[in-house]
C-alpha cells in the first residue's frame, strides 16, 4: 500500500506524499506571491472571476446542491441507511454531545456569528422574492420572506453538501478499507488508478479548495473581531490590526492541530457550545422572546413549505445580481468547504450508521442555525419594525458591527460590555476549531489518509491558511475572500459529482449488510481484500 501511495518514509517530506506536498506548497506560494506583488490587479483579476463563475454556473450550483439535498433524503429513509461506517458491532468514537459539537463548530459557526443579522436585514431591503410576491420593503411580510431566504441559505442544503462528501469519503474508508481521502470515493470509476496521478490531482484539488475556503471564513471572522475588539477596547478597525490578529489566532489553531482532534479540537468544540447557549439564551431573555418564539415557528414552516421551489430556483433575469451575491455565494463556499468539512466530519463518524450520520450531520445543526438565525435576526428585525430602529443602517455602513450594535441597544452598561466580550470570544474559540480542523484535513490528504499526520506539516499548513487570510484581506477584502471560494469551488464540483456517482454506484450494487473488513492500522489504510469485487 504504501508503494501504491509513494509515501515518503525519510528526510523532510517523510509522512507524505512528496509530490503532492511540493506542488500545493508551491501553487499556494506562488498565489501569495502574485497578490503581494500586485495586490489591486489581484483583487479585480479575482472579482471578475467570481462575476463570470456567478452569470455562467448558477444553475450548476443551485441544481447540484438540490439534487445531493434529496439524495440524503433517499438514503436516509431507505434500507441502505441501516450500513454502519466500520464493522457491523463497532462503536461511535466520540460521544453524541462531542459529536455535535465538532460538527457545528467545523461546519459553520464562525460565519453564524458574522451573518445571523448582517442577513436578514440585508433582505428585509429588498430581494427578488419580495418583488414577485408583490411586497414592499421593510415591511413585516419582507421581513417573514427575509428569514425564509436566510433559512434556505443555512439549513439542511448546506449541510447536505457536507454530508454526501463525508459519507462517501467515510463509506469508503471504513466499509471498503480505503484511504479516508477524497480520491477513494472514486475507487467506482478510477479502481487502481486512483494511487496515481489522477489521485493525487483530485485530492489537491480538495487542499485548494480546503485552503481558499478557510481562508474565506478566516476574513470574514478576523473583521469582526476586530469590530468587537474596537467596541470593547476602542482598537482602531484596519487591515493592519486584522493581519496581526490572523496571525495570533493561526499560532492558537496551529497549536490546537498539532494536539490532535481528541484533545484541543474536541475541548474547544464543547466549550464553544456552551458559549453559544449562554449567548442565545441571552437574547431570548433579553430580547422580544414572545415575537421570537413565534418568529422561529413561523419561519420554520414558511420555509420547509416552499423547500421544492426555492431549491431549483435561477433568476430568469440575465441582469439579476442577487442570486449571484447571495445564493451562489452560499453555494460556492459550502463546496469549497466540502473537503475540509466532509473529510472532517467523516474522521469523527466512525462507527454511525449511514442514517444516525446523515440526520446527525443535516438536521441537529440545522435547527441550531434556524434558532441562532431567529434569536439574532429576529432582534434585530423587531428593532427595525417595531423599536428605535438602526441595524439597517449599522449593516449597510459596516456589516461587522451590526451584532454589537444590537447588543448595545438591548441593553446597556457592565451587561451590554459582558454580552459583547462573550461573543467576541465565541469568534475567537470558533476561529481557531475551524483553522485547526482545515489544518489537519490538509495534511490528512497530503498524508493519504492517515489519521494522524506529521506534526511538522500541521504547523506549516496551520500557518499558511492564515497567510492566505491575510493576503486576500490585503488583495480587496471581503470581496477579493468572497471570489476566492466561489473560483475554488467550481472545479471542485466537477469532483463531487463524481464522489456522488461513485457513492450510489457502489450501495445500489452492493446494498450491504454484512461484515466488511476494515483496515485498522493508525497509518495510511489500505484495502485487505479484492476492492474491485467487494466494489
Not at 457491523?88 to 458574522?114: H, R
Amino acid at each position: 500500500m504504501n508503494n501504491k501511495c509513494n509515501i515518503a518514509r525519510q528526510g523532510f517530506l517523510s509522512g507524505s506524499n512528496p509530490s503532492m506536498a511540493i506542488l500545493s506548497k508551491l501553487v499556494v506560494l506562488a498565489f501569495l506571491i502574485f497578490t503581494i506583488y500586485d495586490p489591486e490587479y489581484a483583487g479585480s483579476l479575482y472579482g471578475g472571476i467570481k462575476d463570470a463563475i456567478q452569470s455562467t454556473f448558477d444553475w450548476l450550483y443551485v441544481g447540484l446542491i438540490g439534487v445531493m439535498f434529496f439524495l440524503c433524503i433517499w438514503l436516509a429513509t431507505g434500507k441502505r441507511g441501516d450500513i454502519r461506517l466500520g464493522a457491523d458491532n463497532e462503536k461511535a468514537e466520540f460521544s453524541y454531545f462531542a459529536w455535535f459539537a465538532m460538527l457545528f463548530g467545523a461546519g459553520m459557526g464562525i460565519a453564524m456569528l458574522f451573518w445571523s443579522i448582517a442577513e436578514p436585514m440585508y433582505h428585509f431591503q429588498g430581494n427578488p422574492f419580495i418583488e414577485m410576491a408583490g411586497i414592499a420593503p421593510n415591511s413585516v411580510e419582507a421581513a417573514q420572506v427575509a428569514m425564509r431566504i436566510s433559512f434556505f441559505h443555512w439549513g439542511f442544503h448546506g449541510w447536505a453538501i457536507y454530508a454526501v462528501a463525508g459519507l462517501a469519503m467515510a463509506y469508503f474508508a471504513y466499509r471498503k478499507g480505503l484511504p479516508l481521502t477524497i480520491r477513494s470515493a472514486l475507487y467506482p470509476i478510477l479502481g487502481e488508478r486512483i494511487y496515481g496521478p489522477i489521485g493525487h490531482a483530485v485530492d489537491i484539488l480538495g487542499i485548494f479548495a480546503t485552503v481558499f475556503g478557510v481562508a474565506t471564513s478566516l476574513g470574514l471572522g478576523v473583521s469582526q473581531m476586530n469590530a468587537g475588539l474596537n467596541y470593547l477596547f476602542g482598537m482602531e478597525i484596519s487591515t493592519t490590526n486584522q493581519i496581526i490578529l490572523i496571525i495570533a489566532i493561526s499560532v492558537l489553531a496551529t497549536t490546537s492541530a498539532v494536539s490532535g482532534v481528541a484533545k484541543g479540537i474536541r475541548i474547544l468544540s464543547e466549550w464553544n457550545v456552551k458559549i453559544t447557549t449562554v449567548i442565545l439564551a441571552f437574547f431570548l431573555i433579553a430580547g422580544p422572546t414572545t415575537f421570537l418564539l413565534g418568529l422561529l415557528s413561523t419561519s420554520f414552516g414558511d420555509y420547509i413549505w416552499n423547500m421544492v421551489p426555492i431549491s431549483f430556483w435561477v433568476d430568469p433575469n440575465p441582469e439579476g445580481q442577487w442570486q449571484g451575491w447571495w445564493t451562489v455565494f452560499y453555494w460556492g463556499w459550502y463546496i469549497a468547504w466540502t473537503p475540509f468539512v466532509g473529510m472532517f466530519i467523516a474522521r469523527i463518524s466512525r462507527g454511525r450508521t449511514v442514517r444516525e450520520f446523515l440526520v446527525g450531520v443535516i438536521v441537529i445543526p440545522s435547527l441550531v442555525s434556524f434558532i441562532w438565525l431567529a434569536l439574532f435576526g429576529g432582534t434585530a428585525l423587531h428593532m427595525e419594525l417595531y423599536g428605535a430602529g438602526g441595524i439597517v443602517d449599522a449593516v449597510n455602513n459596516n456589516l461587522t458591527t451590526a451584532l454589537y450594535v444590537t447588543i448595545e441597544k438591548m441593553t446597556s452598561g457592565w451587561l451590554a460590555w459582558l454580552v459583547a466580550a462573550l461573543a467576541t470570544l465565541l469568534i475567537v474559540t470558533w476561529f481557531v476549531t475551524s483553522a485547526d480542523s482545515g489544518t489537519l484535513v490538509i495534511c490528512t490528504l497530503l498524508a493519504i489518509g492517515d489519521k494522524e499526520p506529521p506534526r511538522k506539516f500541521r504547523i506549516i499548513w496551520g500557518m499558511g491558511l492564515g497567510a492566505v487570510a491575510a493576503v486576500l484581506l490585503l488583495a480587496g477584502g471581503l470581496k477579493a475572500l468572497q471570489a476566492a471560494s466561489i473560483a475554488a469551488a467550481l472545479p471542485f464540483s466537477i469532483v463531487l459529482i463524481l464522489m456522488i456517482y461513485g457513492l450510489v454506484k457502489s450501495l445500489i450494487q452492493n446494498p450491504e449488510h454484512s461484515e466488511v473488513e476494515v483496515y485498522e492500522s493508525s497509518e495510511t489504510p489500505a484495502p485487505k481484500t479484492d476492492l474491485q469485487n467487494a466494489l
